[in-house]
């Protein structure tokens, strides 16, 4: 049996991997893919973890994480749809109403 | 070299290029393709962790149902490609140092300062078999459970109205 | 005690009731929206007699006390402490009585954003109440700057003209005072291990020359709010720049948390302190009733007036309290109520006639009186009132902090006292000036002016009388008969003066 | 202390004392509440009703007092009781406040009955009929704080009474007080009113600071108390004692017109005339005279005191009696010579002669509302001769009529109108002259008999006061007689007075009653008999005054007789003969030259103190109001100074390019300063999301490696 340690490094590059996704591209929908490489990640530490204690609990939770990045993407993907009709781009740094 | 770390660091090699893959592409059809390959690679290590129902969830809904519907996402508003010019300059750079300083820091911690977590022992029968699973879930985690189907039935209206063609003459 | 049903949560926190339903209803039904915002007001003040009720006027100390562990981080002892004595339930009482008529009176002067309006005022009573039964110097600390909000906003969006400048300068102005006081509410919170003005009280021992920094730095804020003289540059500004409702409010209240600022915490917390300084308030405070008086005077602009007026006013207020013996103090919060309900009917009156001149300009009035009799019989009564005339309640408080101020051993000279009382000649000279102005002489300028829009000046209406009924009672009530008032709070303030004189036998 | 003592015998009608109060309020909550339906008639009959209600309670409490010869203390409530301060609604009952309210009551009344028919006119004179209910209503407003004023049991409810009269007066000096005294447009009655009550408050002010004294010395102000206990304060502190008295001074210089106070008085003939004959001659102003020989056992205890109290009421006697002289307003006349009156009256309480200056008081009660209302008579009689007179004038077109540009502002109290009114007013005329020689002090007229008491007092007690006082009792009875001779005799000098007509039955029957005690008035304390000595010393007894009882003086009754009679003949010789019209200057001025133009002038005493006291003070006002206060505190110190410090140093402390517009405002400037710090944090916030996201980043990065180091 492998030490979980190296599930969760793994997972820690993945995650990493994934905000760096988030930090570097413009494109909204690889950043959403990014997140969802981050929920990725954090959902391997978690099962990595129920086997070091034999709890189901971790695997649980993936099942819900699951639940709800399905529920994040139908919303998330119609707000890019929403925002494509409006500004006919996907570009993130177009999206900055926001500037003081 | 256990085969069993044989196929780790084969699978993991895999993963991280894929994920990589995905980062660096230009075209989003490409980071969608990718993606799914290293959801698959993770399913794999479920599997090896002892989660089988969660592996096979995983390959139905996130590299099955959820890329699907990026892909359809991407083909519809056909915004595969963005020009690359970044706009802010010193962000990419600081990003990745800071990304590569994460990685340190967490692999430090893993191996140097805690202590190595190692799971000797050999999993009960029947360890996160659908049945397991489907006990747990509906005995322990029966409310969370009935409450995420409310999530998922806002998340449908959700998207319903913000996708809805708004009448122009308001 | 239960903290839901207790009658002091419930009149505080109850028009949040009525924030809540005003939320519901659609901003363009503005009649809902009044009559919401008033029957809330009116079932606080429906509690507030309730509280009344409940209250023992023989005990001296808290009651109704509610204490709950509240903020208890980092060695810090904070908690929600809420009680009531004979020196804040007038002024609650106060509250909720100005409320529902400040409401009422904005009936048809408010037409824009009725909604915010009437929200921003329940918020606004919100904060005054906690302000006033507040026992937890933190918890007073946040309702005092909570009301700065409300207010802020009511000037800002329903002033006048030059509104923004007022409001700014209101907020900032009282911001900056408060911010000293919370030096001094941390350093005593600190050192002193508790936030509970009775436990502080009851601890003592904080050292003479300590007491009067901290006695200054609790000045600096209520010597804004009242505002003593020289701080009281804001006043005009705001009243002037204030929606009516606001300056009745602004003056029959607000004001109000400045003097009872020092009766609550200064006096009581620092009494060596408030001995040793007292002449040199009661200096202030004289030097505030004859310049308030003389500047109200060469005023052009009728609101004005009535500002400096209450800088001439509190002066009594000050002067009473800090004569430290029970005639001073006990005329001093019964002349808080009693400016409370002059000078918050003459905003009324100024704000009833400028609703049909949109003038404030001394000059263009005359004659006012013989167009309508009735508004010109009730303004020269809240005019008597104010420029205390025997009979009506202002001579009742004003004598009695002079006599209070007269033998005070505590500010130690008949002269201030003697003074100040040449401030009750300068208050006749321009209530009279300004009743003479308004409402006698020949016509006026305006009435001509008005009479070219349509019809003439108007008497006052149904509404309107009955917004100010009330007040006239109370005129007349603590004028002839103001033993039940001072029977309320007689024995918090001879417990008071106890504990000062104690103090200042201490001192030598 | 103040419980109303048992009564053990007689007739007792005490309980009745509030009622002194109770009637006028009930007549005028009445009067305001129904009086919109009534007819003026009805109005006047109940307010009528209520004064002569509040008559008759005063002589039932005076039948009472038979029997209780020291008085008696009704509680009513207990008003104001902090710590050693208690005070009371109570009611004091002895002779000398019982005299007080037969005489408000008793001459109110008739006034009241006059002033139906007097008010009926004048508001149809001016056009405003509606104005009638508020007169009685503000007139029995009157009676009741008078009541409280004489009733009262202590030195506060005195002052509430006080200052409530003093309201009264107020709002019935300005009764007209959108027009001058002769029905123009005009300030000129609202500021006579306004006057009024700010002369008054300074005097009230001596008031207040003597109460304070009092209180403080003896821990009460209760009359009992405080004169039991004032002969231990004046062994102990004289100092305190004169100085309660001399601030007492001051306020009855106020109330009773006395110098330095004075000027408000004669203004105050801008009310109605039986205005000015109840509250500013026969009640009111007399309330001074009332407080010092109320406070008769304090002043008794400082000689001082006493001696300055006598020498401010001679100087006012003749100052005022001098100017009377000079005045050609019928009323004016009146005015003057009530405060001449009134400085008698002052004089005799002030030298210890209190029976003297009450009996005075109660008297010229009776004569100078008489004079007054045959004066307003007078007056109504040439206001419908000018109207009539108008009438005729417009039937015979523009005629070149002499004065047809003065009859535009025609001044029906002006004497120089008058003449030979005593064929078309013939009543009024033997009215005036029954209370001219009352006031003049001819045998036997009531007058003459308090007055030379208060001569004879004056020879005993104070020689320089008596020559004070004697000289104007000679000033008294030439400007009677120059009033007479001007109004009643020679020939109309305008045609108003040629058509003049005499009044109805409703204003000349309440006179023809004040005319009866004018004459007989004399009978209340007749030489050798003194029933109202008596009367007012079961009063005095109590606090055990030596009072000075004063002999009848022949020889000063003789003198004063002498020199009256001598006035009016040389008030004959000069106005007698020959009429006085505008056209010519006023035969005495020839005689006395410059002497007279000073009093013509009121010796300038309202210019002075207009010059000394009322600019200074609108100066210092508008120059702290509009130069300290606006433009130094409040534009340059905090809009300038605080505002423009905290720009600089925020501009020099944040950066330089931080700009500078409107920043006008010491909060303005922290609100502006604010902003530029919003300003330049604000180029953090870029709106790039992936900005944020890169700063939660660090964030992380940053902890987690804090984390590890620790």
Sequence with gaps: MLPVSYYVGLSAILFTIGALGVLIRRNAIIIFMSIELMLNAANLAFVAFARAHESLSGQIFVFFVITVAAAEVAVGLALIVAIFRNKQSIDVDQMSNLKG | MTPELITFIFLALISVASALGMLFSRNAVYSAVYLIINFITVAVFYLMLGGAFIAVSQVAVYAGAIMVLFLFVIMLLGAEKLGNNETLGWQRPLAIILGLGLIVEILYILFFQANEIIAVKDLPEGFGSPASIGTTLFQEYLLPFEVTSILLLVAMVGAIILTRQEKKNV | MNPVLNPLTLVTFFPLLGVLALFFIQSDRKNTLRWTALITSLITFGISMWLLAEFNAKDPELQMVINLPWIQVAGWNISFYMGVDGLSILLVLLTTFLTPISILSTWTAIEERVKDFMLFFLLLEVGMLGVFLAQDLFLFYVFWEFTLVPMYFLIGIWGGPNRMYAAVKFFLYTMAGSLLMLLAILWLGIYQDTFAVPELIAKGGIPANIQIWLFLAFAAAFAIKVPMWPLHSWLPDAHVEAPTAGSVILAGVLLKMGTYGFVRFNIPLFPAAAVKLAPWMALLAVIGIIYGAAVSYAQKDIKKLVAYSSVSHLGFVMLGLFALNPQGIQGGILQMINHGLSTGALFLLVGMIYEQTHTRDFDVYGGLWKLTPVFGTLSLIVVLSSMGLPGLNGFVGEFTILLGAFGSDAIGSPWYAGLAAIGVILAAVYMLYMFQKMFLGPEGSVVEEVKKHGHGIKDLNLREIVTLVPILILIFWIGLYPKPFFALMAPTVDKLVAAVQAAAVAMH | MLLSEVVTSGPDFFYLAPWLVFFPVIGLLINIIFGGRFSEKVIGTVASTASGLTFVVAVLLALSLRAHHEGVTILLAEWIAIGELQLDWAFRVDTLSVTMMMVVGGVGTLIHIYAIGYMHEDVRFKNDPGRFRRFFVFLNLFIAAMMILVSGDNYLMLFVGWEGVGLCSFLLIGFWYEMDTLARASTDNAMAAKKAFITNRVGDFGFLIAGMIMFWAFKSVQFDTVFEAAHHIAELQPGIIIAITLFMLLGVAGKSAQIPLFVWLPDAMAGPTPVSALIHAATMVTAGVYLVARSAPLYMLVPQAQGIVAIVGGATALFAATIAVGQ????????????????????????????????????????????????????????????????????????????????????????????????????????????????????????????????????????????????????????????????????????????????????????????????????????????????????????????????????????????????????????????????????????????????????????????????????????????????????????????????????????????????????????????????RLSGIQTGFVRNYALSVFVGVVVILGYLILQ
Aim: proline fraction near 3%; avoid cysteine; charge should be negative.
């Design chain 4, 328 to 679: 050609y307003d019928i009323k004016k006349v009146l005015a003057y010579s009530t405060i001449s009156q009134l400085g008698f009256m002052v004089a005799a309480v002030g030298m210890g002669a209190f029976v003297a200056g009450m009996f005075h008081l109660v008297t010229h009660a009776f004569f100078k509302a008489l004079l007054f209302l045959s004066a307003g008579s007078v007056i109504l009689g040439v206001e419908r001769g000018h109207h009539h007179g108008h009438h005729d004038h417009d039937d015979h077109g523009h005629g070149d009529h002499h004065d047809d540009e003065k009859s535009e502002v025609f001044d029906p109290g002006d004497m120089r109108n008058m003449g030979g009114m005593r064929k078309s007013m013939p009543v009024t005329f033997w009215l005036y002259i029954i209370g001219s020689l009352a006031l003049a002090g001819i045998f036997p007229f009531a007058g003459f008999w308090s007055k030379d008491e208060i001569l004879a007092e004056a020879t005993a007690l104070n020689f320089t006061v008596y020559i004070l006082l004697a000289i104007a009792a000679f000033f008294t009875a030439f400007y009677m007689g120059r009033q007479i001779w001007m109004v009643f005799y020679g020939k109309p000098k305008h045609e108003a007075a040629e058509h003049a007509e005499e009044s109805p039955p409703i204003i000349t029957v309440p006179l023809m009653v004040l005319a009866a005690l004018s004459i007989l008035g004399g009978a209340l304390n007749l030489p050798g008999v003194g029933t109202f000595t008596h009367w007012l010393e079961m009063t005095y007894e109590k606090f055990d005054l030596h009072l000075h009882h004063g002999e009848f003086n022949l020889t000063v009754a003789i003198t004063s007789t002498v020199l009256a009679l001598l006035a009016i003949g040389i008030s004959w010789l000069i106005y007698g003969r020959k009429s006085v019209t505008f056209d010519q200057a006023d035969p005495l001025k020839r005689i006395l030259g410059p002497i007279f133009v000073g009093m013509e002038n009121k010796w300038w005493i309202d210019e002075l103190y207009w010059a000394v006291i009322l600019n200074p003070y609108i100066a210092i006002a508008k120059f702290t109001a509009d130069v300290i206060d606006w433009r130094f505190w409040h534009d340059w110190f905090h809009d300038k100074v605080i505002a423009g410090t905290f720009n600089w140093f925020s501009k020099t402390f944040l950066d330089s390019w931080i700009d500078q517009r409107g920043i006008d405002g010491f909060a303005n400037g922290l609100a502006a300063g604010t902003k530029e710090l919003a300003q």
